[in-house]
């Protein structure tokens, strides 16, 4: 089971990430869970200083920004 999480505070784009994320999971057919974390310090301790970002395991794929479903399958696979 893959575990996706999603770092921000609940901003638009982080939610926005979050859909992307479970789209990109969905049309790969794999298991996954889903972690947002909000608080600020956890997410500076992972190493992000701008958010959303989202990290694949416990390893942060992108920072910064909004990717499509498209661009977040190969970091799932």
Sequence with gaps: MKKIQILGTGCPKCKKLAENAEIAAKDLGIDYQMEKITQINDIMKMGVMITPALA????????GKVASPEEIKPMLS
């Design 56 to 63: 694949v395991d416990g390893v942060v794929k992108i920072a």
